[in-house]
């Protein structure tokens, strides 16, 4: 399943039954996707059926919401390496790769990072662990983010005390850096632990 296989609308429509199940727990009906999109119920029907025929959604008959997310794998795309350490430039140079689409939290783009380093540790994230990420230009306190500091690219805490912005590494033996800029360029969504 590729979503370069979906037409704008299509993906319109799959973005919107994410978010809705996402944010009230059950999926949104045929009548809810047609207000939303101002379509009738038929022509939405279609686009269901096709979501359906792609294999990002499945539906059981007769139920009003049965609408189901496909929880099947997804492909994003892998775009290098991040420091869970010293900061350093991540690699560019995309590569798809294959993860469950349980990782894929709402709509929105997500692609996936390597790690290097052991600052993460006490979180979980170890060296050569791949991380997916949700692209996003802000964050919220506490929130595990991708920075861009002056000295590169790195997988830290964002923390924000009294409007002081600071990135918290996970692990005790190292100290928060105080960047003089910052870029955010995603937040952690999930982790696909490596063999190594």
């Known amino acids: 399943m590729k979503f370069s296989s979906l037409t704008p609308k299509q993906k319109k429509v799959l973005d919107f039954v ?42 059981e008959s007769n139920i009003s919401r049965g609408i189901k ?21 991540p690699l560019e140079n995309p590569e798809p790769i294959k993860i469950s689409r349980n990782l894929i939290k709402g709509a929105g783009n997500y692609y996936g990072l390597r790690v290097r380093g052991d600052s993460m540790i006490d979180e979980g994230i170890l060296n050569n662990d791949l991380v997916v990420i949700k692209h996003q ?19 830290k805490v964002f923390r924000k005390r009294n409007s002081r912005i600071y990135l918290e590494p996970r692990n005790k033996k190292l100290k928060n850096i105080y960047p003089k800029k910052l870029e955010i360029r995603g937040k952690f969504v999930g982790l696909i632990r490596s063999n190594n």
Do not use: M
């Open 69 to 89: 997310l496909n929880p099947a794998e997804t492909e994003i795309l892998l775009l290098g390496y991040i420091a869970a350490g010293k900061p350093i430039e």
């Open 18 to 59: 994410y978010s809705f199940t996402d944010k009230h727990g059950y999926s949104p009906s045929l009548n809810e996707i047609a207000q939303k999109f101002n379509k009738s119920t038929p022509t939405i029907h279609q686009y269901i059926e096709t979501l359906k025929e792609k294999g990002f959604l499945r539906k």
């Open 137 to 155: 230009l802000t964050a919220e306190n506490g929130e595990t983010i991708v920075a861009i500091t002056e000295n590169g690219a790195t997988l």
